[in-house]
């Protein structure tokens, strides 16, 4: 039975989630003595890997100060350990819950993968960087192609020598699917752009631009069958069923995009926070990084359905620190 009354103290600052945004915050945190707690996760399923979306893209290319790139997971491990080098703690734990009605706030963690019981933790103030999940279409074949040809982020890895002047398959009909497909035209000799429907979802202006890029092919009332290719080359083709027919085909491509959404990691916050229609957390001042509730601040994937890179993530995670650093001084917690 888990023993979730036992607190051992009361922090100043949890931080919950330790990609980028949770990193970049520890770092500030710790450098101005708040000796921050991070509940990185507890690796169980892959939205609860400590480090977050990064430990599964392979290399980073586009953040600033890495002048040949470096690994997803590599970047995790530096950031954690420069936070850990100014005073910051590490549990490997998930949140389950968290009550934000009281002072201190409640936060109940476990790490279910070593099988450690439910603990609970009072805080002063609390960071949420706990990202976004891609959304995959969920077949056994894309899993076993992931970072070898299947992707769902065209910024991140479209770059790839593997990519480079080969055909390609982004799935979706929204604005990701359409950046993403647009994107990866610089690269590819053709994108072929998977649709379930026969209508892009996508703003107008943006389905208008894709659909005239004469290296795109549309491929409508459509979904992905299954992955193929072989452990040796990756992701050779994909299985394409017509839904209208319930026809198939193959289409030769050496990446498979999936551009089908993000589900934001808000659930463990049970309605406690403000949130959007589509589950991301609102900063009702918009430049800060408060959430609806004082003393709670959110950085990253979690507030921003926009942007999601590496290093605006990790931007949002200094704001937050700044911001719950000064709202701990003026509540008197030094
Ligand atoms: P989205 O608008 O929710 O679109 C998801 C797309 O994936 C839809 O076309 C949907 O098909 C399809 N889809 C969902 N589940 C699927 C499945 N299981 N199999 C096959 N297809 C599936 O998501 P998004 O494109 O990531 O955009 C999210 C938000 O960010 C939107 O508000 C968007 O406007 C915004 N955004 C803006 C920009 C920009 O302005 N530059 C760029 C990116 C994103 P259906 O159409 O049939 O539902």
């Known amino acids: 039975m888990p023993n979730s009354n036992l607190i051992e103290k009361t922090e100043k600052l949890v931080i919950i989630g330790s990609g980028p945004a949770g990193w970049t915050a520890a770092?500030?945190?710790?450098?101005?003595?708040?000796?921050?707690?991070?509940?990185?996760?507890?690796?169980?399923?892959?939205?609860?890997?400590?480090?977050?979306?990064?430990?599964?893209?392979?290399?980073?290319?586009?953040?600033?100060?890495?002048e040949h790139g470096i690994d997803g997971q590599k970047m995790m491990a530096v950031m954690q350990q420069q936070a850990e080098r100014f005073g910051t703690r590490v549990s490997n734990h998930f949140v389950t819950r968290v009550d934000f009605s009281v002072r201190p706030f409640k936060i109940w963690h476990i790490n279910e993968l070593s099988g450690d019981d439910e603990q609970l933790t009072e805080a002063h103030a609390v960071i949420i960087s706990t990202g976004a999940s891609a959304n995959y279409l969920g077949l056994e074949s894309e899993r076993k192609f992931e970072n070898n040809g299947v992707s769902a982020c065209a910024v991140c890895d479209g770059a790839l020598p593997r990519f480079r002047n080969a055909p390609l398959v982004v799935v979706g009909g929204g604005d990701s699917a359409c950046e993403e497909a647009t994107y990866l035209t610089k690269f590819a000799s053709k994108v072929h752009l998977v649709h379930r429907r026969?209508?892009?979802?996508?703003?107008?202006?943006?389905?208008?631009?894709?659909?005239?890029?004469?290296?795109?092919?549309?491929?409508?009332?459509?979904?992905?069958?299954?992955?193929?290719?072989?452990?040796?080359?990756?992701?050779?083709?994909?299985?394409?069923?017509?839904?209208?027919?319930?026809?198939?085909?193959?289409?030769?491509?050496?990446?498979?995009?999936?551009?089908?959404?993000?589900?934001?990691?808000?659930?463990?916050?049970?309605?406690?926070?403000?949130?959007?229609?589509?589950?991301?957390?609102?900063?009702?001042?918009g430049f800060r990084s408060m959430t609806s509730v004082e003393g709670v601040f959110a950085a990253g994937d979690v507030a921003d359905s926009v942007y999601r890179q590496a290093i605006t993530a990790a931007g949002m995670g200094c704001k937050a620190a700044i911001d719950a650093e000064r709202h701990l001084a003026e509540n008197g917690v030094h």
């Open 27 to 66: 770092i500030y945190a710790a450098r101005a003595n708040l000796a921050p707690l991070v509940l990185a996760g507890d690796g169980l399923t892959r939205d609860r890997m400590p480090g977050g979306q990064l430990m599964f893209t392979t290399e980073v290319e586009n953040f600033p100060g890495f």
């Open 198 to 285: 026969d209508e892009l979802r996508a703003s107008k202006i943006m389905a208008e631009r894709t659909l005239k890029n004469p290296k795109l092919v549309p491929v409508w009332n459509s979904t992905v069958d299954e992955v193929l290719g072989t452990d040796a080359d990756g992701v050779t083709g994909v299985r394409i069923k017509n839904l209208k027919t319930n026809q198939t085909h193959t289409i030769e491509a050496r990446g498979m995009f999936a551009a089908i959404g993000h589900t934001p990691n808000t659930k463990f916050l049970n309605g406690q926070v403000q949130l959007n229609e589509k589950g991301y957390i609102v900063l009702p001042d």
